[in-house]
């Protein structure tokens, strides 16, 4: 699993946007997007971003080995991590007594599901434990660059549900629809090399199927509530070594993303500016993927 893991430690920007639509819904507010209740910046969590990466990777290695994808809903966690048991031959039904026997298992699941090697995995629960992993990709929650002015409209479908509302001549349904005009979005992320080599086993080939999956995680995910979503940027920084040469704090400071004078209220993209310092510590390399 080392031999063929990253050696390189990295940290990433990415710039996406929304036009007339809803991101990321909020379960406890309606399904409305989320917001910082205190400033109305608007915020995209980091599971909403990771599985819009799974989703494209399950698209774009579909049935090809070692690219499964555990976080799914197409059967139980417990049942994967017993067919990992299944699969290597070991004792099941021993509540992790055995901790060989789970490294094995965790080491199963590594190699085969794409989004445990990247991302890590709670595995602890059920009969057949395969453990936690800590994943070497690790995302911050997105927040926009203004405060998004969240609307909610009221639409109307020309069908209705019930027999007994159809009967009555009931001819249409009263609905509410909630999105923001626009608003760009910043995500920081980090990708470990330490974890990779001596947990996961994340690979170049795998680096490089992530940067693609967050190029395109936009482009097959479309859908009627969540309006035009694009991701417009994706910057990179790649460390000399495997601990990395500069805190992320700073190389993150390099980009700068900034409303145009006299734009009120942003509607486009091309109402920021990007200001890109490429005076980079050394040791560093600065990438710019998209």
């Known amino acids: 699993m080392e031999n063929n893991a990253i050696k390189n430690r990295y940290e990433f920007v990415m710039l996406f946007d929304v036009e007339n639509g809803n991101p990321n819904g909020d379960p406890d507010a309606g399904n409305m997007p989320r917001t910082d209740p205190e400033t109305s910046f608007g915020i995209v969590t980091d599971v909403c971003l990771k599985r819009k990466i799974r989703n494209f990777v399950e698209l774009y290695k579909e049935g090809e080995g070692g690219y499964n994808i555990l976080v799914k809903a197409d059967r139980s966690l417990n049942s994967k991590f017993t067919e990992a048991y299944d699969a290597l031959g070991l004792e099941k039904k021993q509540k992790g007594k055995n901790t060989d026997d789970v490294k094995k ?173 490429r005076d980079m510590p050394e040791g560093i390399e600065f990438i710019e993927k998209l």
């Open 105 to 277: 298992a965790q080491g199963y699941i590594c190699d085969n599901y794409f989004d445990v090697r990247t991302f890590g995995a709670v595995m602890s629960t059920g009969d057949d434990p395969c453990g936690i992993v800590r994943g070497p990709v690790q995302l911050n929650f997105a927040k926009s660059i203004d405060p998004v002015y969240v609307q909610d409209i009221t639409v109307t479908r020309q069908a209705v549900t019930t027999d007994k509302d159809f009967n009555e001549k009931k001819q249409s349904e009263m609905g509410k629809k909630s999105f923001i005009s626009y608003g760009l979005y910043r995500a920081e992320g980090y990708v470990s090399a330490m974890l990779a080599q001596k947990v996961t086993g994340f690979s170049e080939d795998d680096l490089e199927l992530l940067w693609t999956a967050i190029i395109n995680m936009f482009e097959n995910d479309r859908s009627a509530a969540r309006g035009k979503m694009c991701l417009r940027k994706l910057y990179v920084f790649k460390h000399e070594s495997a601990l990395g040469n500069a805190p992320a704090h700073i190389l993150f400071d390099k980009i700068k993303v900034e409303r145009k004078a006299g734009v009120e209220p942003p509607r486009s993209f091309g109402d920021y500016e990007i200001t890109v310092d």
